[in-house]
């Protein structure tokens, strides 16, 4: 589970918002992640997704290939391959740069277009998110949905919580969904608490749930959209963890790609659950990203680490027979 541009503060800012709680709290192991890309101490999502979801180091705006332009398998399709069951539910567009780390391979992540074909031509079983225009509404004029005739596309909440199909697209708006503040529908909690249901039927699965909109917060210096963001992941974090905890089988790793706004926590009041913070930058920081685990090994993530190796200690856990 991925908080895009989620570091320490924002956790700190919306643990104090929360009557001075977190979920996170509940987690076993806890590690630092060191999110710089190839060529920039400061990572962009297109090169920090592509660590964590493929163990290589690339170039900001690159997805899925390393300087070389060759191409690096995913956990995702790593785990495809062991027949795992897969999934991507998102808050951004599912064209965007984290999900797109995990199944599509372009030099840049701006490439709408070449991202969705890609997706369009992959073998992931159930994904969500916005950004239905990058594949009904094309400079080529292919229609992708109709490609993808082995999909069941729902239009709603109460389809996708009824439908059975074997691979499922959900797309939550036709281009960016809206800030949760602002009323975006459905909640990422939700979204995580159906698809776990659909995809822990009879085989083991991989699903990478992203709060995408943390770093647009960050980015736009707002508190109140960081705060709700992350209010709604720590929601979906918990339906993730209750299902862990049932099953007892289940990892489950939260992380971030980046600190984005320079976020601190200057001030506040913990009992009336206020906070005061300041933004240091319009962008990305470098400074390092907590990673939390629970589960079979979660151990593996603790201590202070590239961001690569996220990639890696997930492969030790899928290679071990996490199943
Ligand atoms: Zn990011
Ligand atoms: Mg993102």
Known sequence: MIGDGMGL?????????????????????????????LNSLVTDSAASGTAMATGVKTLNRTVGIDENNKNSKSILEICKENDYRVGLIVTSEIVHATPASFY????SRYDYENIASQLSEHDIDLFVGGGKNHFNKRKDKRNLLEEMSDYTFVKNFEEFKNI??????????????????????????????????KLSQNKPFFMMVESSQIDWGGEDNSLSYVLSEFKEFDLAIAKALDFAKADGNTLVIVTADHESGGLSVVGGNVKKS??????????????MVPVFSFGPYSDLFRGIYENTLIFDKMLSAVKGGLK
């Open 9 to 37: 503060s924002h956790i700190s800012a919306g643990m104090y918002a929360n009557n001075n709680s977190t979920i996170l709290e509940q987690f076993e192991y806890i590690g630092l992640s060191k999110t710089h890309s």
């Open 164 to 197: 059975t199909s074997e691979k499922i697209g959900y797309f939550t708006y036709p281009s960016d969904p809206p800030p949760k503040e602002f009323g975006r529908k459905p909640s990422l909690d939700d979204l995580t608490e159906e698809s776990i249901k």
């Open 274 to 287: 206020r906070v005061r913070a300041s933004f240091s930058i319009g962008g990305h920081t470098g400074t």
């Open 104 to 107: 599509a391979k372009v030099p």
